[in-house]
């Protein structure tokens, strides 16, 4: 599958964020997803070498590496620091994506599309925050 996954997991210097352009998720990629469409899990047993987040008008990537996260406000907003950048996830039920992070198994992340309702999905994103430390 040559898509927006194969441009994003080339290999890049650990403190390196890699910001691309947002493209709509394919049908075949919504086809993947495990726990619900708005992240993706590896389904066996490796680690995901990067996350992928896709915020409303952008798309990241980053290592794995030099990760810390911690949960707020009873898992409705998830608090991620990478070397580069902090990330906060705001939404419902984000305990069973605290925990895939934690386990390095989260590989995409999306936040919700206009016409996407909050009960349809057991795990909800309304909103990705990146703020990207000042490197030089």
Not at 18 to 26: C, D, I, P, R
Request: charged fraction near 30%; aromatic fraction near 12%; glycine fraction near 2%.
């Amino acid at each position: 599958m040559s898509n927006v996954y194969d441009d994003l997991f080339t290999k890049k210097p650990d403190n390196e964020v890699t910001k691309v352009e947002a493209q709509q998720s394919t049908d075949d990629q919504q086809d993947e997803t495990e726990e619900t469409a708005m992240f993706h899990c590896q389904r066996d047993s490796s680690k995901a070498e990067a996350l992928i987040l896709e915020t409303k008008s952008d798309m990241y990537s980053f290592p794995y590496t030099y990760l810390e996260i911690k949960f707020t406000n009873n898992y409705s907003e998830i608090i991620v620091k990478f070397l580069a950048a902090h990330v906060t996830i705001k939404g419902r039920n984000l305990k069973p994506l605290f925990h895939a992070i934690t386990h390095k198994k989260v590989n995409y992340i999306r936040s919700a599309k206009r016409n996407e309702l909050e009960k349809d999905y057991p795990t909800y994103i309304d909103d990705i925050e990146i703020k990207e430390y000042d490197m030089g």
